[in-house]
């Protein structure tokens, strides 16, 4: 069932777009399943069953007879069987070539969903990667286990000293560094070379101390176990006679991603090129001065093959449940994967190891993604360390002018080639982390710490499952000057950034970002004018027959990347539009005819409507034109004017200004009266208080008194009408000197803060209170022996003849008092703008001079 539905995907996948063939392989191809398929059909010796030792070609022949074999002149041809057999390479190379015609990207799920599958076809190459190396070390494995099954136990001895004869010292020619290594040559020159190593990380082969140093001769030797070496040798030799290795790279590989199959074998050291593109002429070949140590790399000699491993080498493991390890190589943008190889006991020997270039990659791939024009792609490590990055993502992270070996050999040493073996180190290239971006001096000043912390988080990510969003803001920078020279211009915007870890290399992950604006900038057209108007003026209702058409234009534009298929809707049954539907490239136009018709049209009469430029959602990318837009329609239709309407319509400017010119005489002279009556109003209680203090020795009219309690009582300044119940009369002026002789009286002067109320705002009461509290308590005198007169609760109001008595009363009420309180806080005048009221206009009122 899982054969039957890959060979569907892989038959019929060049049909669907690119993100349903992702659908579908996510479906029914998922990695492990796929790899799983490849490696039941591939791994498994011909004339081997599942259970059954394995008896066909190579099948019960010893080592020395594998060593000594010509090549199967059929080899070829099963290999080529059995790597046909693999569905996966087939959907991977689709999946690539589905992305080669790829779109733009109109929204951020669009653009989410293609870099999802870029990531997929990513996975897919480095997964292809390890697909090989565990087809292979399985079969090396079985093979291995097939050779000793008609020898139970060790290998015969005579066999291995048949290996360890034929080793050769490097020649002179090679230099010191050669010192102590020995080659040997294979029938089929692929070239197989071994060396000491200290002590400390291997003794079959090996030389004092745990440093590594090159020797000076061959006595500094002071390990050489014939049977670990020619063990070594054994399994070296079987790695490199098991099959036709061109045809690996024929059938498993990506033209010119993967490349250079080799095996390193732990203790003794051994480098065996499978390759015979790489080994050369023979194992003389490989005497380049490679370093006296272990050449496992360091992720799988740590796990496996180190002294303080769990296993320290000796384990017995389960070649499915290892994992291959990753690694930058000595060339820039080449990765190298290793997996170890076991033995026939299950016990590690070793690696297989091969390149993966990225420079191939990203030719191939990454470099022509183009979801938007200036998307960018990289590769990192969990720390931030760069693994790979297109030249778009360079030139806007770091610096265009930066070149290779400044982003991949940060410590600046010299890696060692085949062709340049000396002066130089074969240690891995140390690339540059991508948290020194944040420096905005030397480089953009972007972030990307967030989105590190998502992608590797312990919830983390899986590029096999869905690729996940982020923002990166890259700050406003130009480009040009100092340090930031050749840096790309970012000016301050914000980036969409989809990312997700490999499910092939967990501690890898890929980002795929672009400018959010050209997101939203893919899908866009303009449409000009947004307003057609037609004014028509008709001396009868006759002249409307004559009129037929109004023609009008209307341009439409596509702004955007992505065509436009447009439509468009009139809402107006005086129009016709011609085109009404189209389709527009990048940056083309389209004028579109609009006619107005009359004939149904009436004198005095306005017509609107409204015309929609539309996408076609039933054509290909119309759904990325999600807003509209429109054109407003208007056409009236006016009767000839009359001799008024020509007077209004020729001078009606000065006629505004002249009527605007009365209004303000109007409103001038309604100012004038009014405060000209309120001065002569003021002129009238001058004359009536001036009548008053005349009338000392009289008493028109009875004193009123509040008690302090009902002063507090009312909460606010009451009118004389309200307190008629509550207050005290004293009818006589004998009442009112002796009243005041025996109680505390407070005659409170104020200033009235409105025309119609004397404290609207209640600022006057409160200061009223705060005052008798004050007098109270500097006076000792007791609240209950208070008596209060304020003009608003003591004079009549209602009744202008009692209340001219009462003023004029005034002089004798003032004169018997205890205290005289003047209340005069800030307030503003209730009825007069900009007027405040307070001590000094207190002092200009006639009225209070009067009381005072």
């Not at 060979?7 to 479906?27: A, D, E, G, Q």
């Not at 001065?289 to 491993?309: A, C, E, H, L």
């Not at 209950?784 to 609760?793: A, F, H, I, Q």
């Not at 009692?802 to 205890?818: C, G, P, R």
Request: aromatic content about 10%; charged content about 20%.
């Amino acid at each position: 069932f899982e054969s039957t539905c890959i060979v569907f995907c892989t038959k019929n996948s060049t049909s669907h777009s690119p993100f349903k063939l992702m659908t579908l392989l996510r479906v029914v191809a998922l990695p492990h399943m796929a790899f799983h398929i490849i490696f039941t059909a591939a791994v498994r010796p011909e004339g081997c069953s599942e259970n059954a030792s394995c008896t066909g070609k190579y099948g019960g022949q010893s080592a020395l007879q594998l060593d000594d074999a010509p090549d199967d002149p059929n080899e070829e041809e099963h290999l080529a069987d059995v790597a046909k057999g693999g569905p996966y390479v087939p959907s991977c190379e689709q999946l690539a070539a589905a992305l080669h015609h790829q779109r733009d990207a109109c929204t951020v799920d669009e653009f989410t969903e293609a870099s999802w599958t870029a990531t997929w076809e990513l996975d897919c190459q480095f997964q292809k990667a390890q697909n090989v190396l565990a087809m292979l070390t399985n079969r090396f494995q079985q093979r291995a286990k097939a050779a000793h099954s008609t020898r139970p136990g060790q290998l015969v001895s005579a066999q291995l000293e048949h290996y360890f004869s034929k080793l050769k010292p490097c020649p002179a020619s090679c230099g010191s560094s050669c010192v102590g290594q020995l080659y040997l040559d294979t029938p089929d020159k692929r070239g197989l070379l071994m060396m000491p190593q200290p002590e400390a990380t291997g003794s079959a082969y090996a030389y004092s101390g745990n440093k590594v140093h090159l020797l000076t001769n061959k006595n500094e030797i002071t390990s050489e176990m014939q049977d670990r070496i020619n063990a070594g040798l054994w399994y070296a030799s079987l790695v490199g006679h098991l099959e036709n290795y061109s045809q690996t790279e024929k059938y498993y590989f990506s033209d010119g991603v993967q490349s250079r199959l080799r095996y390193r074998g732990n203790d003794p050291a051994i480098l065996t090129e499978l390759d015979i593109t790489y080994g050369g002429t023979g194992g003389q070949s490989m005497c380049l001065g490679r370093p006296n140590k272990n050449i496992v790399d360091p992720g799988n000699y740590m796990q496996y093959f180190s002294p303080t491993s769990k296993c320290g080498g000796s384990c017995s493991l389960q070649s499915d449940e290892l994992r291959p390890f990753w690694m930058m190589g000595t060339e820039p943008e080449e990765l190298v994967a290793s997996k170890v190889a076991l033995d026939h006991e299950d016990k590690p020997m070793g690696t297989v190891a091969l390149d993966v270039s990225m420079v191939a990659l990203g030719q191939k791939f990454l470099d022509l993604l183009r979801f938007t024009p200036s998307m960018y792609a990289l590769i990192v490590e969990l720390s931030g360390r760069i693994i790979f990055m297109c030249p778009a993502a360079k030139a806007l992270i770091f610096n265009r002018n930066m070149t290779d070996k400044m982003i991949y050999n940060q410590d600046g040493r010299r890696r060692c080639t085949n062709a340049n073996p000396h002066d130089c180190t074969w240690d891995p290239l140390k690339p540059i982390n991508l948290h020194e971006a944040e420096d905005p001096v030397r480089y953009s000043g972007a972030n990307f710490s967030e989105i590190l912390a998502v992608m590797f988080g312990t919830s983390g990510t899986n590029c096999s499952n869905e690729a996940h969003q982020g923002k990166v803001v890259y700050p406003n920078t130009n480009g040009t000057s100092g340090a930031n020279t050749g840096r790309a211009r970012t000016n301050g915007t914000e980036h969409l950034v989809s990312f997700c870890a490999l499910s092939s290399v967990p501690e890898w992950g890929v980002m795929i970002g672009t400018p959010v604006d050209e997101i939203a900038g893919a899908a866009s057209m303009q449409v000009t004018p947004e307003i057609l108007a037609v004014n028509y003026t008709a001396l009868t209702g006759a002249d409307l027959q004559h009129l037929q058409h109004f023609k009008q234009q209307v341009t439409i534009k596509n702004t955007g990347r992505i065509p436009f298929p447009f439509q468009i809707d009139s809402h107006a049954n005086f129009v016709d539009v011609e085109p009404r539907m189209g389709k527009l490239e990048q940056n083309e136009s389209q004028v579109i005819h609009v006619t107005l018709h009359s004939r149904s049209a009436q004198l005095g009469g306005t017509y609107s409507g409204t015309m929609y430029v539309r996408a076609n959602l039933l054509e290909s990318r119309g759904t990325c034109f999600r807003t509209r837009g429109h054109v407003a329609l208007f056409m009236n239709i006016n009767k000839a004017r009359t001799f008024m309407e020509l007077i209004i319509n020729d001078y009606g400017e000065y006629i505004v200004i002249a009527f605007a010119g009365l209004l303000f005489l109007l409103l001038c002279k309604a100012v004038y009266d009014q405060v000209r009556s309120h001065f002569q109003s003021e002129a009238r209680q001058s004359l009536i208080v001036e009548q008053a203090v005349n009338s000392i020795r009289e008493l028109p009219h009875p004193m009123v008194l509040l008690t302090v309690a009902d002063f507090r009582k009312y909460c606010k300044l009451v009118s004389h009408e309200e307190t008629l119940s509550s207050s005290v009369w004293l009818y006589t002026i004998d009442e009112v000197h002796n009243f005041c002789l025996e109680f505390k009286v407070v005659f409170v002067s104020h200033q009235w803060t409105a025309f119609g109320c004397p404290d609207p705002t209640n600022i006057q009461y409160n200061a009223m209170l705060m005052s008798i509290d004050a007098i109270r308590a500097h006076e000792g005198w007791q609240e209950s022996n208070m008596y209060l007169w304020v003009d608003y609760s003591s004079i009549p109001q209602k009744h202008r003849g009692t209340q001219a008595l009462a003023i004029n009363s005034l002089t004798v009420y003032a004169s018997n008092v205890a205290a005289f309180v003047v209340v005069a806080p800030e307030v503003n005048h209730h009825d007069l703008e900009d007027e405040v009221c307070n001590k000094e206009t207190y002092q200009r009122r006639a009225w209070c001079r009067a009381e005072q």
